[in-house]
């Protein structure tokens, strides 16, 4: 893709976890938590961080592997139903070039005595400098990570 293109992408990931849906949530509404699985998971080096799980709250972040690409997030949470959805809209950048714009929404549904999580994210990556498979590799990470604070593997759904 050239300079000044879009490309629309959607994808779903879908994990049972033997959690309830009270502690799925709690993962991430707790700032302790939040940070262990979804800041800190991958292991780069944290330039900045915040996180204002609320309705209208913000979270953002500025992260770098080799300390001379960074990457940040900026993320507003649009909807939160306690313990059932997560609804948030946010962009990503790469140096201060704007990558990506999405809405993301998690799903969490009672599951026998555990929970399945429905995370789906629609995309706008711009400029080709960002891709639907990287997105979503980022993510499946994610939630294995999840996965790992909540004291088990996430088996797919």
Same mark, same amino acid.
């Given at each position: 893709m050239s300079a000044?293109s879009?490309?629309?992408?959607?994808?779903?990931?879908?994990?049972?976890f033997?959690?309830?849906?009270?502690?799925?949530?709690?993962?991430?509404?707790d700032? +302790?938590a939040?940070?262990?699985w979804f800041?800190?998971?991958?292991?780069?080096?944290?330039?900045?961080?915040s996180?204002d799980?609320?309705?209208?709250?913000?979270e953002?972040?500025?992260?770098?592997k080799?300390?001379?690409?960074?990457?940040?997030?900026?993320?507003i949470?649009?909807?939160?139903?306690?313990?059932?959805?997560?609804?948030s809209?946010y962009?990503?950048?790469e140096?201060e070039?704007?990558?990506?714009?999405?809405?993301?929404t998690?799903?969490?549904?009672?599951h026998?005595t555990?929970?399945r999580?429905?995370?789906?994210?629609?995309?706008?990556?711009?400029?080709?400098?960002?891709?639907v498979?990287?997105?979503?590799e980022?993510?499946?990470?994610?939630?294995?990570?999840?996965?790992?604070?909540?004291?088990e593997?996430a +088996?797919? +759904?």
């Amino acid at each position: 893709m050239s300079a000044n293109s879009v490309e629309h992408a959607s994808f779903t990931i879908e994990r049972i976890f033997k959690a309830t849906p009270e502690q799925v949530f709690r993962a991430f509404a707790d700032p +302790a938590a939040h940070d262990r699985w979804f800041v800190k998971a991958d292991g780069w080096p944290v330039a900045e961080y915040s996180h204002d799980f609320r309705v209208g709250g913000r979270e953002s972040g500025r992260f770098s592997k080799d300390g001379k690409t960074f990457y940040h997030n900026d993320t507003i949470y649009l909807d939160i139903v306690e313990n059932r959805r997560i609804i948030s809209a946010y962009t990503m950048a790469e140096n201060e070039r704007r990558i990506s714009a999405s809405v993301a929404t998690v799903d969490i549904q009672p599951h026998g005595t555990g929970a399945r999580i429905v995370f789906t994210e629609q995309a706008a990556f711009l400029d080709g400098l960002d891709q639907v498979a990287y997105r979503r590799e980022g993510w499946e990470e994610l939630i294995a990570a999840l996965g790992t604070e909540l004291g088990e593997a996430a +088996a797919a +759904a």
